[in-house]
């Protein structure tokens, strides 16, 4: 957003009367359109955006070469993108050979790792940070926008970046799976046939529960935004923050912790490809993003609000 300058006119502002006027808010539609289109308008997101479609089809034209003219393994109930416990069946990444319904979830598993975390660290980022430090911030205040406004407006560009990136990446797995397979791979990971219907329903809960953990992320990382001028810092701050939490659940010491990291309920995805479907893990997933939502917005909200300038 161009930064608007203050009037130095003198009495510019003083109607008839010689007294001032209230000053007209800005929109709050105008501003979210603005804002919407100056995110989709960054290079950068546009790449990140074309990186996340690419990355499913890399995969399952990866994974179909790979068991091309092979007995692919039959789907009988498997856990995580990781691997198979003893009796549990094949990896994810091994049933998307012969399953269009596990390449679009698996896909969303692995890149919920970093990938789509970083795609949203970037947005808040630029949101705050990088418009502070190339002065853009200044004129949001000067329109005027209340801060808390500004905030509001500010987060619904990371939620909308968060769920066109979920978006994106389900609807190209599904696609490259369906032509890869055709509807008669709509598989469940336990073996059973699901219906056209149901695996939209799935992917619809698994968009929305990605969304839900991306914008946990994004409240953070705005946090840590309304912090700092440097975008950088917030990117790295972030997935800096997700790889210790990663590292942390691989210790069985510190089981007690893990209920408390943003990232313990990824693998909790997996339910929505086995029948029946088991919601429990992934409700878990979504009450501990939701706090991690509040205690961000909430920290963003009062750093933005106490800060000179």
């Known amino acids: ?3 608007v300058g203050p009037d130095t006119r003198p009495h510019a502002d003083l109607d008839p009367h ?3 006027p209230a000053r007209r808010r800005a929109p709050l539609g105008r501003l979210l359109r603005s804002e919407l289109r100056w995110i989709f308008r960054r290079p950068r997101t546009l790449v990140v955006l074309a990186l996340l479609a690419a990355l499913p089809v890399i ?3 990866a994974v179909d070469l790979t068991f091309d003219g092979a007995a692919a393994p039959a789907p009988t109930g498997g856990p995580g993108p990781g691997g198979s416990g003893p009796g549990e069946g094949p990896p994810i990444f091994v049933t998307m050979a012969s399953s269009a319904f596990v390449l679009p979830l698996g896909s969303l598993m692995t890149l919920l790792i970093l990938l789509l975390p970083l795609t949203v660290a ?17 004129g949001w205040l000067l329109a005027p926008v209340a801060r808390g406004r500004l905030l ?3 987060a619904v560009g990371v939620l909308v970046v968060a769920l066109a990136a979920a978006t994106l990446v389900a609807t190209s797995g599904l696609v490259t799976g ?11 990971m336990s073996g059973t ?3 056209v219907a149901d695996v939209l329903l799935r992917l619809a809960i698994a968009v929305a529960w990605a969304t839900v953990y991306l914008m946990a992320v994004g409240a953070v990382a705005l946090a840590i935004s309304a912090s700092t001028e440097h975008p950088m810092l917030v990117v790295v701050s972030v997935l800096g923050g997700l790889i210790v939490s990663g590292v942390l659940l691989q210790i069985s010491a510190l089981d007690w912790l893990h209920p408390y990291l943003l990232p313990t309920s990824l693998t909790s995805l997996a339910d929505l490809i086995r029948d029946p479907l ?6 878990e997933g979504a009450f501990r993003s939701l706090c991690y939502l509040v205690i961000g917005m909430s920290l963003a909200y009062a750093r933005l609000t106490t800060r000179d300038g």
């Open 1 to 3: 957003m161009t930064a």
């Open 18 to 20: 010689g007294t001032l």
């Open 59 to 61: 995969t399952g034209i």
């Open 122 to 138: 970037m947005a808040s980022g630029d949101a705050l940070a990088g418009e502070q430090s190339t002065g853009a911030l200044r």
């Open 152 to 154: 509001l407006v500010k």
């Open 178 to 188: 369906l032509v890869l397979s055709g509807t008669d791979g709509l598989v469940s």
């Open 193 to 195: 046939r699901l219906s």
């Open 278 to 283: 088991a919601l429990d893990g992934l409700a």
